[in-house]
């Protein structure tokens, strides 16, 4: 319901007049080949510097960058958080007047006096022109409110991007720590198949000379065919790493050649307690508070509404019959007895509980998220050492001892195969654990949204790193 009230005042004739009404640069990494290696500084422009393309030799950070700039669902966030300046733009314009121009009784002719016999002489039209300009204006804070919530919805939605981007980041570094960990692989089994064609040609040697039976070199060329085998299960998962690295910056066909990096990075480790305070203060723990500032700021917009607008009304009025003018003025303002905006502000209230619920949920997911990783990691760095100081050394030497045995006449075939095999399936499982290590490494750096070495605290150095620079094994250079 509005009530109207108006005011007109006589004033001598006036003339009719016109009426008149604006993600970065990169941060220093100590690991190639983890999340740490790849984060860029956060910027207000979500800009980075141009990028040539892909190199031949190509390590995380340019990963990351080609990412950073190609990734589509990136850069729609980006877009959605400049969508919404224009919603905070928007909410702190001023409402526009409205121009009403009424004719009253338009061509209504009548006789003068009511004698017909005069409408010849004098004819009388009873017109009337309105003029009207109505401005509202908005009372108890209403737009303040609106652009604050708007303010504060753009920096959710920044804190989404900043979001989005550090999970792009940790994407890719797991996803480069495949494509190392394929280019490992494949040089294992292509070592490993220069050695069953060592072997064969041992075997062969031993045929020739009538010490061995012919079946065993037919065995032997069935375990060279099998590690062929595996050479080419490691090009197929090789080339598949790199056309999924090559994707997250939409590219289906990689023009890299290899990527550069080191599995055997190790990081030093701070408490658990130091990680959770970092993780609490990520962009999806901010994003979170940022939420219920924004719910409150629309519970504030909610509670303005209760109070009504002002609406101002000035014109003239147009007296054809008398030729003079009258000023009109008048306010307009609606009386809330039945909509006192009761509803929005339920929902505004529960709006904000749930935002409070939510970001409680969030804090239980990051620390249990973080508390999986924290002790997979630990438990990953005791297998690389196992792997490393006691159970590669040993097959290592069991491959080299029955090899030369078998020469000598000392051991048998099945023996060297079965060494052979064991080597190589460790050598493999070491790999495999290396890159596992990374991807957890990149999986709490993701979390806290920071490199671990940058973690201030007090920190617990690997356990394994002065007994592994110890124990390096001479094949593969680890």
């Known amino acids: 319901m509005n009530f109207n009230v108006l005011f007109t005042v006589p004033r001598h004739p006036v003339a009719a007049g016109s009426l008149m009404l604006a993600l970065g640069c990169m941060s220093t990494a100590n690991a190639e080949n983890t999340f740490s290696g790849a984060l860029p500084a956060s910027n207000a422009g979500y800009s980075l510097p141009p990028l040539p393309g892909e190199k031949n030799d190509l390590t995380l950070r340019d990963a990351a960058l080609l990412a950073l700039q190609r990734n589509p669902e990136l850069a729609a966030f980006a877009r959605e958080t400049r969508a919404l300046e224009g919603v905070t733009l928007q909410a702190g314009l001023l409402p526009n007047p409205d ?8 061509g209504n002719v009548q006789k003068a006096n009511n004698n017909p016999s005069l409408v ?84 062969s040697k031993r ?28 090009r197929r998962d090789l080339a598949g790493a790199r056309k999924r690295l090559a994707l997250l910056w939409g590219n289906s066909s990689p023009q890299f050649s290899k990527v550069l990096g080191d599995l055997k990075s190790l990081v ?70 039945f909509d006192r905006n009761q ?38 760095q005791n297998e690389i050492g196992i792997l490393r100081i006691e159970i590669l050394p040993a097959a290592r030497s069991a491959f080299d001892v029955t090899n030369r045995g078998y020469e000598l006449g000392k051991f048998g075939f099945l023996e060297v195969l079965d060494a052979q095999r064991t080597l190589f399936q460790n050598e493999v499982l070491y790999v495999r654990a290396l890159a596992n290590y990374q991807r957890l490494v990149n999986e709490i750096e993701r979390l806290i949204a920071a490199p671990i070495e940058g973690v201030s605290g007090d920190a617990l150095s690997p356990p394994l790193t002065s007994e592994i620079s110890a124990n390096t094994d001479s094949r593969s250079g680890w």
């Not at 409110?145 to 989404?160: F, H, I």
């Not at 797991?174 to 960990?181: K, P, W």
């Not at 045929?207 to 590690?227: D, F, H, N, R, Y």
Request: without cysteine.
């Open 268 to 337: 030093a480790l701070p408490s658990f307690e130091v990680l959770a305070e970092r993780a609490l203060a990520s962009p999806m723990a901010l994003r979170a508070m940022k939420n219920i500032e924004q719910r409150k700021a629309l519970l504030e917009v909610e509670h303005t509404r209760r109070i009504p607008n002002l609406t101002v009304i000035a014109g003239v009025l147009n007296h054809i019959h008398t030729g003079g003018t009258t000023v009109v003025a008048g306010i307009s303002m609606p009386l809330q007895l």
């Open 343 to 380: 509803g929005n502000l339920r929902e505004a209230h529960q709006r904000v509980d749930k935002a409070m619920d939510e970001q409680a949920a969030i804090d239980l997911q990051l620390k249990t998220e973080l508390a999986q990783a924290y002790e997979a990691l630990s438990a990953a």
């Open 120 to 203: 010849s002489a004098k004819e009388v039209e009873q017109q009337e022109t309105t003029i009207r300009l109505h401005q509202m204006i908005e009372l108890g804070g209403k737009r303040a409110a609106r652009v604050k919530a708007a303010s504060l919805g753009e920096e959710v939605a920044g804190q989404d991007y900043e979001a989005r981007r550090v999970g792009l980041i940790a994407q890719v570094a797991n996803v480069f720590t495949e494509v190392l960990a394929g280019q490992e692989r494949l040089q294992l089994a292509e070592e490993n198949v220069q050695l069953a064609q060592k072997v064969v040609n041992s075997v």
């Open 99 to 106: 121009l009403v121009i009424m004719a009253e009784n338009a």
């Open 207 to 234: 045929v020739q000379a009538g010490k061995v039976p012919p079946i065993e070199e037919t065995k032997v060329s069935v375990a060279l065919s099998t590690t062929r085998i595996e050479l080419e299960q490691a």
